[in-house]
C-alpha cells in the first residue's frame, strides 16, 4: 500500500476505520472514497459485502497484513478495513440552524477530550436524527480515525462543526429561534417533564468540569437526568444519547 499521509501538515483526506463507518461511507456517498483497505487474512459476509460495494462504486480495493491498517488507523481499532476518503464538506451555520428548525437536534460539546465520547455522540446523534453536533477548536477531541471508528458511521449522516467559543454559539442559537437546554447532573428541569421546543440544542460539557458556570448561566434551562440511588452520574455520551431519545419521543421522525 502506498504509504499516504507523511507529510506533517493537514492531509486532503480522511482515514475512516472500521467495518461500519467504511461501509456507511459506501453507502451514503457524501463523499468520494477513493481506495478501501482490507486485511488480507480476514474473511467473512462484512468483508465481502464491503468489496461488493466498493466495487460496484468502481473503488479499488487493497489487501494488506494487519500491521499496515494499524498503522494506516494508529491503533488495532481498525476491525480489518479501512479507507481513504475526501474529507466531508464543513457545514455552514445556516444549515445547522436550520436543521434545528426542522426538528433535527444539535449538539454542542465543551472540552470533551476522549474521542470515544465523541464518536459516541455522533453515533446517538445520527441514531436520533440529530441535525449535527459543534465541538471547540481548543481543549477538545477533535475529529480523528478513533471517532470515526467509535461513530459507527455517523459522520457520515451527522455534521461535525468546529466553533470559536461554545458559549457564543449557544447565544447565536437561541437569537436563531433555538432553544439551547444544558445537561447537568443538579439541574433545575427534569428529564421526562421538560417539554422540548420542536427547534433544540442540547448542551454537554467535558467528562470532568461539566457545563461551567458562564455556558451553564447561557443555556434556557439546565436538566437532570434522573437516575437510580447510589449512581451518582452518566458519561457525557451516554447522556447525549438518553436526551436525545426523549427529545425524539417528544417529536418523532415522519
Not at 494506516?72 to 436550520?98: I, M, N, T
Not at 436524527?129 to 481543549?139: K, M, S, Y
Request: glycine residues 14%.
Amino acid at each position: 500500500m502506498a504509504r499516504r499521509g507523511r507529510g506533517t501538515g493537514p492531509q486532503p483526506f480522511d482515514v475512516i476505520v472500521g467495518r461500519h463507518s467504511v461501509r456507511a461511507a459506501l453507502v451514503a456517498g457524501r463523499r468520494t472514497v477513493s481506495t478501501v483497505v482490507v486485511d488480507c487474512e480476514d474473511r467473512g459476509p462484512a468483508f465481502d459485502e464491503i468489496r461488493q460495494l466498493a466495487r460496484a462504486a468502481g473503488v479499488r480495493v487493497n489487501a494488506v497484513v494487519g500491521r499496515e491498517l494499524t498503522r494506516l488507523a494508529g491503533g488495532d481499532f481498525h476491525q480489518g478495513v479501512g479507507a481513504y476518503a475526501e474529507k466531508l464538506p464543513a457545514p455552514s451555520w445556516d444549515g445547522l440552524v436550520a436543521a434545528a428548525r426542522e426538528g433535527h437536534p444539535l449538539v454542542l460539546l465543551n472540552h470533551v477530550e476522549d474521542p470515544r465520547n465523541l464518536g459516541a455522540v455522533v453515533r446517538s446523534a445520527a441514531a436520533f436524527g440529530g441535525g449535527g453536533v459543534l465541538i471547540p477548536a481548543r481543549r477538545q477531541a477533535p475529529v480523528t480515525p478513533a471517532v470515526a471508528k467509535a461513530a459507527e458511521g455517523g459522520l457520515e449522516y451527522v455534521p461535525v462543526a468546529t466553533v470559536g467559543n461554545v458559549a457564543q454559539a449557544v447565544r447565536k442559537l437561541k437569537a436563531a429561534g433555538v432553544w439551547c437546554y444544558g445537561l447537568e447532573g443538579d439541574g433545575d428541569l427534569e428529564l421526562g417533564t421538560v417539554e422540548f421546543n420542536a427547534a433544540t440544542a442540547l448542551v454537554l460539557g467535558g467528562e470532568d468540569a461539566g457545563l461551567g458556570g458562564p455556558l451553564r448561566r447561557e443555556c434556557d434551562g439546565v436538566v437532570a437526568i434522573p437516575l437510580d440511588e447510589g449512581v451518582t452520574s452518566l458519561n457525557v455520551a451516554a447522556a447525549a444519547a438518553v436526551a436525545l431519545y426523549e427529545f425524539r419521543r417528544q417529536f418523532p421522525l415522519p
